[in-house]
């Protein structure tokens, strides 16, 4: 996968504060704020940095937590994991592997008769490309 470079200014140029303090600071929105959390149509959730494919709908679930969760990604190719022990916990960090930019956190909490992974991701990170027809 081609990387995407550009510097810090070109991203403060590029994102909205939100996504920038999200995606390029490893900010996280608050819990139930975010515009894609409740998102139930059919699509494909996309880096807002970047636009790699990350999430389908197909996968997405309600989770409780206050940001959309989702069972698995597109492909394990298009995200980074990383351990992150920040905040006085250890949990793994997920990264676009096109950009770099944060994403969110998986945790070992999801629906059991799937992946039992939960994919935790700030609304903010992501674009949403609805299906085509809907």
Same mark, same amino acid.
């Given at each position: ?37 409740? #998102? ?74 799937? #992946? ?19």
């Amino acid at each position: 996968m081609e990387k995407v470079n550009k510097t810090e200014q070109e991203w403060r140029e590029s994102l909205s504060d939100q996504q920038y303090y999200v995606l390029r600071q490893a900010g996280t929105e608050r819990p139930f704020t975010g515009e894609l959390v409740d #998102t139930e149509d059919e699509g494909t959730y996309n880096c807002a940095a970047c636009g790699n494919e990350l999430f389908s709908s197909e996968t997405k679930f309600h989770s409780g937590s206050g940001w959309p969760s989702f069972w698995d990604v597109i492909s394990q190719g298009n995200v980074e994991l990383h351990q992150d022990i920040s905040h006085g916990m250890r949990r793994t960090e997920i990264t676009c592997a096109k950009c770099g930019g944060h994403l969110g956190h998986v945790f070992e909490d999801g629906p059991r008769d799937k #992946t039992g992974l939960r994919y935790c991701i700030n609304s903010a990170a992501l674009d949403f490309d609805p299906e085509v027809g809907q």
